[in-house]
């Protein structure tokens, strides 16, 4: 509440300036409101509610200031308040599991235990679950629930944990709690491994040069189906290839497979590189990782041979095609891949185009260029062609 209490004043085009500021000087809020005109002992009230979640134990300060139409400070009021510690919420927690190590083919539990020591009621108490793998850090399993603990009371949970959704490592069984978005209790553990889990993983990659080796400059392909078998040729997994192109199955017993990739939807026009389709594997405690190569043969090259009235190398306006030269398109070895001849306005065009480095190479096979001079000095041209692409504008 601000009350003016000069007798004969009015305050005028001021505002009103908060600062919180926590014991470790870190500025926790800072906010201005207007100051209607405000008459002679009139007041002016605003309410603001702090929500302090983990707050730091210490002293805080309000600060309020008085600015005028220019944000100088007018007039300064300080106030404090403590917050002190919670004896009174004691909470216990502990994890343990069936085995310390376990093989494929073995489940484990986790089983979670908390306790409420305090004299009062936990109300509202927020319950995390979680399996770790360590290594990685990733969350392989989370359940999340809210309970009520009774003073001195014990809750109690069991989690079961498949070894099919685990990998080889050292995982961790958590529990993790909070009151009201705060931390009640950070965590509790208990560690177990997992030895001999199978793995079977990998790449689907565009192999730009198709030479079926993952080079540095190849990249992923998204959205690819794979297919799991077992040695019945029963299809027991089917996954995705993610953004990268990688998949990973979830981990299988020893025993004999086989992977396959379906050649639709994103693969549909592509070939091969790796020749691997469908893949068998053995395994018997072992992390197999396989890449699968393709190339795209749907890029297209197009450009213009034209009369460079101006000798500046562009492609101006007014300047015209030359119909009837013979071209061709020469692969990473030098052959010929493709030819073609330029339509009456200098146009050549080649579809259908493997991903790879290309040469494009004017023959001219009629003598429609004799005495001409290349103003572009870029005969042959050097092509790299991507999948999915579109190159236009090489022109001669």
């Not at 192109?245 to 020893?254: A, H």
Request: net charge negative; with cysteine; glycine share 6%.
């Amino acid at each position: 509440t601000l009350t003016n209490l000069a007798s004969n004043s009015i305050l005028e085009n001021m505002s009103l300036e908060l600062i919180i500021t926590a014991p470790d000087s870190s500025e926790l809020l800072q906010q201005s409101s207007p100051i209607n005109d405000l008459a002679s002992n009139a007041s002016q009230q605003w309410q603001d509610i702090l929500v302090l979640n983990q707050a730091q134990v210490g002293v805080y300060t309000i600060t309020f200031n008085l600015l005028d139409e220019s944000d100088n400070v007018i007039e300064t009021f300080v106030y404090n308040f403590e917050v002190v510690l919670d004896q009174q919420l004691s909470l216990t927690g502990d994890v343990a599991i069936d085995f310390e190590q376990i093989q494929p083919g073995t489940d484990n539990s986790c089983h979670f235990e908390l306790t409420n020591q305090s004299a009062s009621p936990i109300i509202g108490l927020d319950v995390e679950l979680m399996v770790v793998n360590l290594s990685n850090q990733l969350t392989v399993q989370s359940i999340t629930q809210q309970i009520d603990l009774a003073a001195n009371g014990t809750w109690q949970d069991v989690l079961l944990v498949p070894t099919s959704s685990l990998s080889s490592g050292d995982h961790a069984c958590l529990i993790r709690t909070s009151i009201n978005n705060g931390d009640a209790l950070t965590q509790a553990s208990a560690v177990f491994s997992v030895i001999g889990a199978n793995q079977l993983n990998g790449q689907v990659f565009d192999d730009f040069n198709g030479n079926g080796i993952k080079d540095n400059n190849d990249t992923g392909i998204a959205d690819v189906e794979l297919v799991l078998l077992d040695a019945t040729q029963a299809i027991i997994q089917t996954i995705t290839s993610g953004n990268d192109g990688s998949y990973q199955f979830l981990p299988v017993v020893n025993g004999s497979y086989e992977i396959a990739v379906t050649q639709t939807g994103v693969l549909l026009n592509a070939a091969t590189t790796t020749n691997n389709n469908n893949l068998a594997v053995d395994v018997e405690f072992a992390i197999i990782t396989t890449d699968f190569g393709y190339q795209f043969s749907d890029s297209r090259v197009q450009g213009t041979i034209w009369n460079d009235e101006n000798d500046d190398g562009q492609v101006d306006l007014e300047e015209t095609g030359f119909d009837n030269v013979s071209i061709r398109l020469l692969d990473a070895g030098l052959n010929e891949f493709d030819a073609t001849s330029t339509d009456a306005d200098g146009l050549f065009e080649f579809e259908q185009i493997t991903s790879g480095p290309y040469q494009l190479e004017i023959t001219d096979d009629q003598m429609v260029l004799d005495d001409l001079r290349n103003t572009t000095d870029n005969n042959p041209m050097t092509l790299n062609v991507f999948s999915h692409a579109d190159l236009i504008g090489n022109n001669f």
